[in-house]
């Protein structure tokens, strides 16, 4: 079988600890939540931190907090599989679906929330072995050059592929990193940049700790719509996240539409948000429209499951789908 | 010894004085009360199944065993220039490297393909080729060590596809094979097919791709070796043929065979991937000997997608003429991408033509073969075994033959179905088929006849149907010896143990042997301990594989068994004073049919039979009945008899976006007789799945680097989650019917099921989706890109544009049996001079 590399782990007792030892180590260590992501990838030595800093016995980090009418706070090592249900799934379902469709029953035991947003990317020439990545000389996100999926490019195309991600940058939501210096409350979506290789910005030194759901608001409704091969296991290779504000009458007051594992980042669609406001959802004219602005902004690459042609081909209908059901 | 008489009359408990003939091994009458043959009993070895503790391969291991990694080439094709392991000697824990130095003879699988090193020695053939073993303290030592040695290439041209193959004469990736970068080239004439389809009301011609796949087990192959104080070498390896791993070392590391010893444990399954002996096996081997030390070997998954043999991707070409709805020529032409090395590549390629023939009657017939060598993994046996290629051909092109014709095409299969007792135009026997009573089976409970194109758009029905052999005829690699052995031994205390060669993959083999030797001797399953898979401990069997097993075990084991029975019988009539023809062996005692209260229990006979002539032990074996097909090339095809299949598929598909769901499959199988049958529908259903999930998704894909900047051609997903295999979600359910039409060749009737069922599912999924969208994807996988791109295409298909240019070698001319032949070729002047009194 495939072994891990060796490495130091360290178990701190408390969020304090927690940030000090990553304070002290810095890009020597990477945090370990569930390790649904990590431990793989070490094992294909696609990540060799020298530390790890397993996150279970920090018990700030699993405080849940809030309501539909405050808002939700989800402490970072909140498993996936309580966020499939409860007060998630009654406020948020497009959150708890998005939850619900990661990988298998047995990983969401394990995975957590915090995880899920922080999951390095993804491409199918890096989420392979040392040795098959040898074989290819490796690409440039780790110990290569060239970026193979596109080889004149200068940047890393790996691929946003946290279901969640999206559905929080649409939702709204706010995260907190707190490192030995202090707290900082960041909307979700600026968690995340648009390249393969830094794709978050977070600092090394900081700790992710949790995830602000804002107040349930009147005439809110969420969709989380995943394009994949199959029903269970995979990875997305589209993610439709959208929140919409309604009107007593069904007119769009407010939207948000991110697209996910189309891009090194979840992609806002605003055009698409801009031109539904003003109008009704169930109108399959608006739909249609709103679904093409959508997955104009789509960058999809030869890097994923599924072929590339198909893949764009079907976007829109996806993004149509989506839309149809956040007006039904 | 009471052991060479005449087998007494089976099956069962019934009187031996019976005076009825003696039936051969097998023979079936209305077989009343049978006490474990047809009931649903619990398998024999499922408890340890359940609960955790049957040991597999990898759970075996020794004090002080060292851990061994293989170093593999990360390039496709090259030449071998050093291999410089100073760099892992030097790490602390390492205790050895073996390079192709220690390796200098050559094996493989078939004796006319024995082109492997155990690792590589001037050449390098494919990303994953072994080339350097490290042999550490630990799996984490070896596996950093291994790391760290340097292997210096020099480069050649890559050959990634068999069109590549057949353009490249230079460099090759071996030095022998029918043509440069050709492995095999087959052609036969059974008729003269051009005459035949110049003759024809019409003539149809359809070109399909078949991608290749791999067979996933969930157990990854492990080997432990040890040498013993005395020099004996033991391997305990998750193999299905621990005879061939035991003659692969004895050939490539030249010990006496009589020194070694095999062990297959219970398997996690192997489909085939299991059956060629691998480098690992003879490398571990080669590494316990060096260090005197146990050595482990445990392969990762990514290895597992390496190590392959897995089904051949195939590029066909059909041609066919009908004549008043009856196909009077059929020609097939085959290519196969045979990857690296030859594995089982020539069977797989005549395995492509050779069961074309036995479900439709068709004239003449023509095969054209062709298997070539490319840098890949290398392809060979999986699951069906190179016949679920054409017969997906074969299913959709007469599903669209029988639209053109406008013939239903379940009515068009039932009115040409083969008939019993048919030599058919290539010259296999058939001999009982339950091909109509499969189709008319699912015909019948999908309800296609009222439903069928009447579902809307997006639905649809498709129905598709298969035949698979029973055992191979002949052996590859024994010649005419025995292809299994089974051996029993009574003890006092009524117990039986049966020993066989075989090997248990998960498909029941076990069971089979216990249940048939329990029946025979009217005893408990439970009572009846089953020694298998060990070269020391039981007769030679070839393994599981061509499903084979329960026909030519269950056979051998019935011999044996009766020959125990006689000589127990013949101690209990001296004991009851009756006639052995009266006794009746049945629910653990030996009695007189016609005074049941008088009698032994069955503990009490074996003691009589011990006090009368000793320790109670006997033999059977079996070997297949001689083959029909004379010609050369004929071994591959007869079987002792064929399954036969149908299905109905019921996919909803849509439209914007390619996607299919399979809502419903009604297969039925023709199983002669099943043995057990819940087991047999866990292996009908189990093929299902596989047949489903190669025909929507599974692909054993390449991926090239842009040419100018490289020459890597890798696998283009080696992982269980990218690797696309069906889950629960996509499973549909799975209406099984078994068909039981008692064989007179299978031991109590029964026939093969662990192949057969998966042959019809691809080619009724295609046709359910030209009843739903009115498509044709004339491809597998039939993924949601290639519906949407025929729905997109002025034919409405997706497939295979061409058909590469071959360079066929003279057919061998076979006239059919109606056409006045003897099953010999009329222009093999090579083999005619080998056979007596054959003229110049
Ligand atoms: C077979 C399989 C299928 C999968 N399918 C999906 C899928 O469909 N969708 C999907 O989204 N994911 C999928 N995953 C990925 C993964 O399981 C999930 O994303 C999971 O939520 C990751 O959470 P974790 O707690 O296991 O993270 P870990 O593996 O522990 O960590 C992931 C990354 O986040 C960092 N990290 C974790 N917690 C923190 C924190 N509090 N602060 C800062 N950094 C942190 C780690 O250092 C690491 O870099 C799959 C994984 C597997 C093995
Ligand atoms: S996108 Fe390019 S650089 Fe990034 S992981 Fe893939 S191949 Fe490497």
Known sequence: MMRLPRFRYLAPASLLEAVKVLGDLGPEALPLAGGTDLVPNMKRRQQTP?????????????????????GLTLGAMTRL????????????????????????????????????????????????????????????????????????????WAVSSSDTAPVLCALGAEVTLRSRGGERRIPAADLFADDGIRHLTRRPDELLTAVHLPPVEPGQRTVYLKLRRRGSFDFPVLGVAGRVRLSAGGTVESARIFLGAVGSRPQEARAAADFLVGRRLGDEETVREASRLATQIAKPMQNTDLTLGWRKGVAREYAARALRELGS | MADD????????????????????????????????????????????KVTGETRFADDYTMPGALHMKLVRSTVPHARLLSVDASAALAVKGVRCVLTGKDFPIAYGLMPVSQDEHPLCNDKVRFVGDPVAAVVAADELTAQEAAALVRVEYEPLQTIATPQEALATADPRIHDYGDAPNVHKLVAFDFGDVPAALAGADQVFEDRFFYQ???????EQHAALAWVDPDGRLTVVSSTQVAHYVHKA????????????????????????????????EIVVAKAALVTGRPVKVALSREEVFLCHRGRHPTLMRMRTGVKDGRIVGHSVETVLDGGAYGSYGVASVHYTGALETVTYRMDRYRFRGCRTFTNKPPCGPKRG?????????????????????????????????????????????????GLVACLEAVVKASG?????????????????????????????????????GVQLLLDRGGG????????????????????????????EVGDVKVVTGDTSLGPVDLGSYSSRVTIMMGNAAIQAAERARDRLAAAAAAKLEVPASRLCFAGGRVFDVEDPARGLTFAEAVQRAEAQAGTVGTVGSYSPPTPTPRYKGGGVGPSPTYSYSAAVVEVEADEATGELSVEKIWVAHDIGRALNPVAARGQVVGSVYMGLSEALMEEQEFRRLPPKLSRALVHQAPSMLEYKSLTFHEMPEVETILVEEPDAMGPYGAKEVGQGPLLPIPPALANAVHDALGVRVDEVPITPHKVLAALAAPDRRYGPAAFPDVPWPEPLLVPPPWEGGDGKATNDRKRERRLPGAKP
């Not at chain 2, 290749?212 to 969930?218: A, E, F, V, W």
């Not at chain 2, 009447?454 to 010649?479: D, E, K, N, P, V």
């Open chain 2, 448 to 484: 296609w006849r009222e439903r069928r194109g009447r579902l809307g758009r997006g639905r649809g029905l498709g129905i598709a149907a298969s035949s698979y052999m029973t055992g191979a005829g002949i052996s590859i690699t024994f010649g005419d010896l025995p292809h299994t």
């Open chain 2, 496 to 523: 039986v143990t049966a020993f066989c060669g075989a090997s248990d993959v998960g498909q029941g083999s076990d069971n089979v042997l216990a249940l048939i030797v329990a029946e025979v001797l009217g005893v």
């Open chain 1, 81 to 156: 599989a309580e966020v499939e249900r409860g007060a998630v799934a009654a406020g948020w379902p497009a959150l708890a679906r998005a939850a619900a469709t990661v990988a298998t029953p047995a990983i969401r035991n394990t995975a957590t929330l915090g995880g899920n947003l922080c999951l390095d990317t993804r491409c199918s020439y890096y989420d392979q072995t040392e040795e098959w990545r040898r074989s290819i000389g490796y690409c440039m996100k780790r110990e290569g050059e060239t970026c193979w999926v596109a080889p004149g490019s200068d940047r890393c």
């Open chain 2, 5 to 48: 008489r005449e087998a007494a009359p089976r099956p069962g408990p019934r009187a031996l004085d019976d005076d009825r003939p003696a039936p051969r091994p097998g023979a079936v009458g209305p077989a009343p009360g049978l006490a474990a043959v047809g009931k649903p009993l619990r398998k024999v070895d499922v408890r340890g």
């Open chain 2, 212 to 218: 290749g796949n791999t067979h996933l087990p969930i």
């Open chain 2, 385 to 433: 075994h190179g016949t679920p290629q054409p017969r997906f051909g074969l299913e959709v092109h007469l599903d669209k033959i029988c639209e053109k014709l406008g013939v239903d095409p379940a009515e068009w299969r039932i009115r040409n179905a083969v008939p019993p007792d048919t030599v058919v135009a290539n010259w296999m026997r058939v001999r009982t088929t």
């Open chain 2, 249 to 280: 070392l004895a050939r490539a590391l030249a010990l006496p065979p009589a020194r070694i010893r095999v062990i297959a444990p219970p398997q996690g399954g192997g489909f085939g991937g299991k059956t060629d002996p691998f480098n690992h």
């Open chain 1, 50 to 70: 020298a530390n790890l800093v397993g996150l279970r016995g920090v018990a700030e980090l699993r405080a849940v907090s809030g309501d539909a009418a405050r």
